[in-house]
């Protein structure tokens, strides 16, 4: 079984930036796949941002140019950096970790964006 803890949650106002963290309670390396959802009241899970084992990320449209998700094998840890931030990316953000055994989430942090 895998943990996941998320960090860095909070309230910033519009134009702000945050910056997530997600450990685990195991070694990082051995996921193929690590990425960031988030849900807004009333809304779907909607993925964020992926990073693989080779580094390759993707995002989604409404984040592309404003967060970048990166990895750091050695704190076992994934990192959200959320800049130009707009009411909008108001939600419960997500962490996500697959191996090829099974999927794994964490229990979520609260982003608020508000003046």
């Known amino acids: 079984q895998v943990h996941l803890v998320e960090s860095g949650g909070g309230l910033v106002q519009p134009g702000g930036s945050l910056r997530l963290s997600c450990a685990a309670s195991?070694?990082?390396?051995?996921?193929?796949?690590m990425a960031w959802y988030r849900q807004a009241p009333g809304k779907q899970r909607e993925l964020v941002a992926t990073?693989?084992?080779?580094?390759?990320?993707t995002y989604g449209d409404s984040v592309k140019g404003r967060f970048t998700i990166s990895r750091d094998n050695t704190k076992n840890a994934v990192y959200l950096q959320m800049n130009s931030l707009k009411p909008e990316d108001t939600a419960v953000y997500y962490c996500?970790?697959?191996?090829?055994?099974?999927?794994?989430w964490g229990q979520g942090t609260q982003v608020t964006v508000s003046s």
């Open positions: 195991t070694r990082i390396f051995s996921f193929y796949l």
């Open positions: 996500y970790v697959a191996d090829p055994s099974a999927g794994y």
């Open positions: 990073i693989t084992r080779a580094d390759t990320t």
